[in-house]
């Protein structure tokens, strides 16, 4: 019986690495792959990291450590901020954080949707805040995460690049259900655990 408590208490304290976003479709996934290996011409392999195809998402909030036994209310909260209609996106554009110029991390946007993208994730910080979880002190910036650079010698030839790739359009998805997402850290890259797929509502409420 001691060990069964002592065994309890241990899965009571644990904590996992989370947060909550949307996947990319696999046709999309697909064209950013595509994109990515044409900017990878233009600097060595280890001056990006770039995102693995099966990691493409869309983050509609980071939630940081969450305690195991909190994610039941977790998942709740997700459940409760799906109560908007489906709706579609149009992934396009290609920029960088901080500037084009000095990129850090290399992005798509999002045309279509955005403002339903932009209402999710309000709902989303609502949701969670009355749970702990700390609203994000920046403006939501939808975007699909390319790769995050790691030499800045080549940021002058990214930025060329980027700025030659225009205005690429990888094309248009549903937006029908978002998930609450484990992320775990290793030296390989992160490996990411869907903890529940959360579907929103396919006709108006009223």
Request: net charge positive; proline share 6%; hydrophobic share 45%.
């Amino acid at each position: 019986m001691q060990t069964k408590l002592k065994s309890a208490a241990r899965a009571h304290s644990l904590k996992i690495r989370a947060f909550v976003g949307i996947w990319l479709s696999e046709p999309l996934r697909e064209r950013a792959e595509a994109l990515q290996q044409n900017l990878m011409q233009h600097c060595p392999a280890q001056a990006v990291k770039w995102v693995e195809r099966q990691n493409l998402h869309f983050t509609l909030k980071f939630l940081g450590e969450v305690k195991m036994e909190a994610v039941p209310a977790l998942e709740q909260a997700c459940r409760r901020a799906a109560s908007m209609t489906a709706f579609n996106i149009t992934v396009a554009g290609l920029g960088a954080f901080p500037s084009l110029w000095r990129p850090e991390t290399i992005w798509v946007g999002i045309e279509e949707g955005k403002e339903q993208l932009a209402a999710l994730a309000a709902r989303l910080e609502e949701e969670v805040a009355e749970h702990g979880f700390a609203k994000s002190a920046r403006p939501f910036s939808p975007h699909l995460t390319l790769g995050r650079v790691r030499d800045g010698r080549y940021s002058k030839d990214l930025g060329l690049a980027l700025q030659k790739a225009g205005n690429p359009i990888l094309g248009c998805q549903p937006v029908s259900s978002f998930t609450l997402i484990e992320s775990r850290l290793t030296p390989q890259g992160p490996i990411y655990t869907p903890l529940a797929d959360i579907s929103l509502c396919t006709v108006p409420l009223l």
